[in-house]
Structures are given as structure tokens and as C-alpha cells.
């Protein structure tokens, strides 16, 4: 069993206070349908031709919104001021970089596919106008849109990560990223998280402060048929590395495709 210190540099963590109440826009319940959609769920769809449809994509819940015009970015606004929490987000055909950014100054970007996958912001501030952007144009397509009134408290413990992997002849890696927090000597699992085509993994867990400081963890990379390669790396972390007011950490990791282990990574800490 391999072993790192400060191993948590792989993941960018940003802290994020569990939402007490928020509201999801899913496009289905009540039902959605046709072009020009209006206000729905709290949110004014009115300043761009966003439309509601179903594709049929792979992981899709149900019905979707996607723009009706040839255009490569769009606009919602929420009637009551609040924080984009996450959304599932697909694309009809190819693959392309969507961003999100908002009239509070925050932005997140992730790659996305045909398959509808749940993306976490990690915003934290109130605002109004929410723009997307799309390299792909027409062909995107959003569900679930979550949202909470109001800002986000910052808190240690509930985290949102994401990490970019790549073995060290320059491919990405395939398959999932199995986290786990070591709890007296068990593993309890924080979550699995797939890598997606362009090798990057995202998601949220929840962290137990409380265990005796360092905190220890276990990483496996899981294969696309979801067996373990390699054996677990565990690393520790001081509790100090989880303060209220750190709003992330970038990561770039590079693996050893020979011995799945970690040979680099460059790492930059967000304030």
C-alpha cells in the first residue's frame, strides 16, 4: 500500500455549505414543452430561444432545454437572486467545453459529451444572470438546473472536487476515482467519481472533521469495467488544510501508466 502526504492536492476543493432549501428546474414536473420557454421554476428563460425537448440521450431523466438558434451562448435570469448550484449537462452530437458564468463574477467550465453528466459549480454568490456558453452551439442541451436563494455560506466539510488525470505518455485516464476517509480502521467511502474522455473527475463529498488530525485517506483508480488498478494509496491531511476561507486547490496529476502510481502534479492554492 502506497502512501502520500498532502495527497488531497489532487482534488480542487472548494467549501460549500449544504443548501437548506433549493429549487430544481427539471422541466418535467410541471411539464415543459416547445419553443420560447418563458419564466419556469423561478427562472426567466425569456433572454435567449431556449426550447424544451428530449433527445434521448444516455442518462437522460426526462425532458431537456437546448436553443432553438444557431448561437454559442445563451442567457437565463433568476427572478429572486440566488447561487447556481449544479445542473446535468449533455450535447446532442460531439463533445465541446461548456462555461457557465454569472453577474457575480464566478465561472466554471467542464467538458461534456452525449452522456448527461452532473455538474457542481461550486458558486457561492447571489446573483441575477446566469450565461452559458457552448462550442458546440445548438447542440447543447441542460437539465436539473439547481439553485438556492441567496449566497453560500463557506463551511469546512461538505467539499465539491474535481481533478485532471493523465498518464505520462500524455493520454488521459479512463474509468473512476474511488475516495474514502479512514475512520478509526475502517474506509468509508466519500464517493466514486468517473473520469470523464478528456480525463478530468468531479463531485461533491463530505468530509468528518472530527476524526483525529491528520486526516486520513484512501484513493483507487477504478478501471472502465470498475476493478481496482493498483493497489489503494493513502495519504494525510492536517485539518489546517480545510479552513473556511480557502476557496480551492487546481491540481494536475500525472500517473505512471506502467504502475498506475503517481510520478507528478502541480498543484495552485485559490484564496
Known amino acids: 500500500m502506497k502512501k502520500f502526504c498532502f495527497l488531497a492536492l489532487v482534488f480542487a476543493l472548494t467549501a460549500v455549505e449544504a443548501p437548506a432549501q433549493t429549487t430544481v428546474a427539471n422541466f418535467d414536473s410541471p411539464a415543459c414543452s416547445g419553443r420560447a420557454v418563458g419564466v419556469y421554476q423561478g427562472i426567466d428563460f425569456s433572454l435567449s430561444p431556449w426550447a424544451c425537448e428530449n433527445p434521448g440521450l444516455t442518462g437522460q431523466t426526462g425532458t431537456s432545454i437546448s436553443w432553438y438558434h444557431r448561437i454559442y451562448s445563451g442567457d437565463f435570469k433568476l427572478q429572486t437572486p440566488g447561487t447556481l448550484l449544479s445542473l446535468s449537462a449533455a450535447t446532442s452530437s460531439?463533445?465541446?467545453?461548456?462555461?457557465?458564468?454569472?453577474?457575480?463574477?464566478?465561472?466554471?467550465?467542464?467538458?461534456?459529451?452525449?452522456?448527461?453528466?452532473?455538474?457542481?459549480?461550486?458558486?457561492?454568490?447571489?446573483?441575477?444572470?446566469?450565461?452559458?456558453?457552448?462550442?458546440?452551439?445548438?447542440?447543447?442541451?441542460?437539465?436539473?438546473?439547481?439553485?438556492?436563494?441567496?449566497?453560500?455560506?463557506?463551511?469546512?466539510?461538505?467539499?465539491?472536487?474535481?481533478?485532471?488525470?493523465?498518464?505520462?505518455?500524455?493520454t488521459p485516464v479512463a474509468g473512476s476515482l474511488n475516495l474514502s476517509q479512514v475512520a478509526g480502521t475502517s474506509p468509508r467511502t466519500l464517493g466514486t467519481f468517473a473520469i470523464n474522455s478528456s480525463g478530468s473527475a468531479s463531485g461533491t463529498v463530505n468530509i468528518d472533521l472530527t476524526q483525529p488530525d491528520p486526516l486520513t485517506f484512501q484513493v483507487v483508480l477504478m478501471g472502465p469495467n470498475n476493478t481496482a488498478l493498483g493497489a489503494p494509496a493513502t495519504f494525510q491531511v492536517v485539518r489546517m488544510m480545510f479552513p473556511s476561507t480557502m476557496t480551492g486547490i487546481m491540481a494536475k496529476i500525472v500517473l505512471s501508466k506502467s504502475t498506475t502510481t503517481i510520478k507528478s502534479f502541480d498543484m495552485g492554492l485559490v484564496p
Not at 134 to 142: D, P
Open 94 to 170: 460531439g463533445s465541446g467545453t461548456l462555461t457557465i458564468s454569472t453577474d457575480a463574477g464566478e465561472s466554471y467550465s467542464h467538458s461534456i459529451d452525449t452522456t448527461f453528466q452532473k455538474l457542481l459549480t461550486g458558486f457561492t454568490k447571489a446573483a441575477s444572470l446566469i450565461t452559458v456558453k457552448y462550442s458546440g452551439g445548438r447542440t447543447i442541451e441542460l437539465d436539473n438546473i439547481m439553485y438556492q436563494t441567496g449566497s453560500v455560506s463557506q463551511t469546512p466539510g461538505t467539499l465539491s472536487l474535481s481533478a485532471t488525470l493523465t498518464w505520462d505518455d500524455g
